[in-house]
């Protein structure tokens, strides 16, 4: 199959691991990966915070930039959520009844990593190794919005010599939520300091989730913290071997 990885600004500027991994795994998995240059920010961030007359022109982009392509893979389950659930919302508050349909149409082909992988490839077991404690936070937009599952738990389960251990109130919200974060710092701060008393609580060297922007979060408070336990996006854990 003929893959198009969307690999998200964050990962893009921050984290270019994480979109090296996904390559890696695909292309493992034996299936093409393009990578379209002319992608940028999908615009959940311009949805998330009002600017909505502003992302339509990022909508628009990301309906040109994908089109003809087969299947459009992304490492966050947050940036999937906008497309599939807010693009085409956005395009018909605009009056823009074709642009919403295309959308509509993209968001169907346009898949979390997790997603892709167990509905789409039908596979569970990629042939990954990481001897690692791992415990992983399921993302609220991932949970919640895309209601994945226990597809990213499924595959861990597969990866030879993991020690996967539960996370407690996994489903809890970790408190970043993008601009939340900065808005709403204290409170933020409360909902990460209940995350990482989880995190650390069970002993694992390595917490792992599908999205960087909350990985960072967390990161952020383990590195104050001074802790051994680590981030690591789930794509990097199943390209690992």
């Known amino acids: 199959m003929r893959v198009a990885l969307f690999v998200t600004c964050l990962a893009d500027a921050m984290f270019p691991q994480v979109g090296r991994a996904t390559v890696e795994l695909l292309e493992r998995l034996g299936h093409e990966v393009v990578f379209p240059e002319a992608q940028t920010c999908c615009g959940q961030m311009h949805i998330n915070t009002g600017y909505q007359r502003e992302a339509v022109r990022l909508v628009e982009h990301q309906v040109d930039t994908f089109a003809g392509y087969e299947a459009i893979v992304a490492p966050s389950g947050s940036c999937v959520g906008s497309i599939r659930h807010q693009h085409a919302a956005v395009a018909r508050r605009a009056g823009r009844v074709a642009l919403s349909h295309r959308a509509e149409e993209l968001g169907e082909r346009t898949y979390e990593l997790s997603e892709f992988l167990v509905d789409v490839l039908g596979v569970t077991d990629v042939g990954a190794r990481f001897p690692h404690r791992v415990t992983y936070h399921p993302t609220c937009h991932s949970l919640r919005m895309l209601r994945v599952g226990d597809r990213p738990l499924r595959l861990l389960r597969e990866v030879r010599d993991i020690d996967l ?53 967390i990161g952020g408070g383990l590195s104050r913290l001074s802790t051994a336990a680590r981030p690591v996006h789930l794509a990097e854990i199943l390209a690992a071997t």
Do not use: I, W, Y
């Open 165 to 217: 251990v539960e996370l407690p109130g996994a489903d809890q919200c970790c408190g970043f939520g993008g601009t939340f974060a900065l808005k709403n710092a204290d409170t933020s701060a409360a909902m990460l300091s209940d995350k990482l008393r989880s995190v650390l609580s069970t002993g694992a060297s390595v917490v792992s989730a599908g999205d960087s922007s909350c990985l960072m979060h």
